[in-house]
């Protein structure tokens, strides 16, 4: 029997965006249904296993950051929410990771003071520089970090550095290195490190790249053991026990303002909200709501941004513990020694496979119960997947993953014969698991000038984005989003 529901809110994907909200509104009083098109919550943050459960593969967890005592957001949002015993799940890393290049492995360690004087001792010519992005980090950095914690008057802008703090928002990353530093090779060295936020240095903006590093270097990185699924199912225990609904396998088609409401067509059922929150992409949204007049408006709206990143990523298990075959640290970036400056034509010719940092992450670090487990992954872009042939993307699936392949082995020759299972995913496995556009892993890519308050007034004020579409990418940001909206969004419920 088809069941209908009339709820307060209906948060459209269970995604960490869509489930911190749910839990922060059912917290507030409001009645929360979650719709979900997957067959279980997490979106990104989710696992899958193989051979009979033996080998488990966590989706994209690396590092989650903010959780450092009274300094991380994320940390300030987990403990107000009483999430104590979550909080008590995440380890810290002990180090970023070690950037392989041009022969060194440079092993960044995660306290900021311990971070500098690594820079320092590597590039002591660069002395003045490595200061210098310091005290961006600490000033603009924290600026921009601190931003969302506006909206819920808990941050004042500081308006000295706000000129400057625009002009960073206007340059890349690597523009701003170069500013900096007088030399290539600590470009090179630190522009890998953009790859945690879905981003590269060539086009992310300098005031949300150094806001990253904010958030790596001072709010902490940490990770769940288990995978990320553990969190996500962590929160849905914590969101079901306060009496929010949530159905699975049950993807939102369509959405009807009827003035008082909205009523939404999914899968499974008919149901009647007052808030539609949606954490899916705002394209999807529009198309939802096919016939209102401002759709076409708001179109030229999503426009101003450029879908992010997705990413290819080898899922190995290894015959043999990673340290047998010198895998030590917990991740490595590789990089060329042109670095990640590539062009057009690299990425069309496909070059950029070989060129552009490659993180290798040694899973059984973080958790060996997971198996001998390590994973190769790139930045990657649905246009160069979606519309192949089957044919052709099976060909090309292969034809990428031995590139990946044969750049570990360069690095870790050891690994030869030792590899027990490998399996590929592209930007169409991220879209058939999560729906997002392009298979986009990040969201909207952080150009200089984006502006994603461009999102925040939604045309219909019944519908409210809310995801990292409309907040920027990553678990801290995605988590505490939902928090913020979720506190905004039910100021006025009688409880
Ligand atoms: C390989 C990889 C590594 C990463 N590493 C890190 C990292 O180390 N640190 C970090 O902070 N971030 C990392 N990220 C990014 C991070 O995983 C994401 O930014 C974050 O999980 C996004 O959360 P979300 O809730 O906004 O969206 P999603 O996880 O995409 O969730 C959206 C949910 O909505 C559902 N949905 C969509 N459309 C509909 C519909 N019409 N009806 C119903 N449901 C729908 C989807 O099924 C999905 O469950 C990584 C991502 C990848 C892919």
């Not at 009483?82 to 995440?90: I, W």
């Not at 500081?158 to 340059?171: A, G, M, T, V």
């Not at 300098?206 to 699924?229: D, E, I, P, R, S």
């Not at 917990?330 to 034509?345: A, C, I, K, R, W």
Request: with cysteine; charged share 25%; hydrophobic share 35%.
């Amino acid at each position: 029997m088809i069941k209908n529901f009339d709820t307060d809110d209906l948060v459209i994907g269970a995604g960490l965006c869509g489930l911190m909200y749910g839990l922060t509104a059912v917290m507030e009083g409001r009645s929360v249904v979650i719709s979900e098109a997957h067959h279980k919550v997490g979106g990104y943050a989710t696992n899958f296993y193989r051979n009979k459960r033996k080998y488990v593969f966590d989706c994209s967890q690396h590092k989650v950051s903010g959780l450092r005592k009274e300094i991380g957001n994320l940390w300030n949002t987990l403990n107000r929410l009483g999430l104590h015993s979550l909080l008590d799940e995440f380890k810290f890393h002990e180090e970023i990771g070690t950037v392989v290049y041009k022969g060194d492995f440079i092993r960044i360690p995660s306290e900021p003071s311990e971070i500098k004087e690594t820079l320092m001792i590597c590039f002591p010519d660069e002395i003045s520089g490595i200061e210098r992005l310091f005290k961006d980090i600490e000033t603009h950095g924290y600026q921009h970090y601190m931003f969302f914690r506006r909206l819920i008057n808990e941050y004042t802008i500081n308006k000295d550095i706000l000129r400057e703090s625009r002009n960073l928002s206007k340059i890349t990353a690597r523009e701003y290195f170069e500013i900096i530093f007088k030399g290539k090779d600590i470009i090179e060295v630190l522009s890998p490190i953009a790859i945690y936020s879905g981003s590269i240095s060539n086009e992310v903006n300098a005031f949300y790249f150094l806001h990253c590093l904010y958030a790596m270097f001072y709010g902490g990185q940490a990770y769940v053991k288990g995978t990320g699924q553990r969190l996500s199912d962590l929160l849905l225990e914590e969101f079901l026990n306060h009496g929010g609904v949530l159905l699975k396998k049950n993807p939102v088609y369509e959405m009807e303002d009827h003035g008082e409401h909205m009523l939404i067509k999914t899968r499974k059922n008919t149901i009647k909200a007052q808030q539609v929150i949606a954490t899916c992409p705002p394209e999807d949204v529009l198309k939802m709501l096919n016939s209102e007049e401002y759709v076409d408006n708001f179109k030229d709206i999503i426009r101003n941004f450029e879908v992010g990143w997705g990413h290819f990523c080898v899922y190995i298990v290894i015959s043999v513990p990673p340290e047998d075959v010198d895998i030590f640290s917990p991740e490595y970036l590789l990089v060329s020694d042109s670095g990640d400056n590539f062009t057009q034509n690299d990425f069309e010719n496909d070059r950029y496979y070989d060129l552009f940092t490659l993180s290798v992450s040694n899973y059984h670090r973080f958790d060996p119960e997971g198996g001998y487990v390590l994973q190769l992954v790139m930045l990657d872009h649905g246009d160069r997947w979606f519309h192949l042939s089957e044919d052709e993307y099976i060909k090309r699936k292969q034809k990428i993953q031995n590139k990946f392949i044969k750049r570990v082995l360069a690095t870790f020759p050891k690994l030869e014969g030792k590899l027990i299972y490998i399996e590929s995913s592209t930007p169409k496995t991220n879209y058939k698991f999560t729906l997002a556009t392009k298979g986009s892993a990040f969201a909207y890519k952080m150009l200089p000038k984006v502006n994603l308050n461009l999102l925040s007034n939604f045309p219909n004020d019944k519908i409210k984005l809310v995801s990292t579409w409309a907040g920027g990418p990553g678990y801290e940001t995605a988590m505490c989003f939902g928090f913020t909206q979720g506190k905004l969004l039910s100021k006025n419920t009688k409880v």
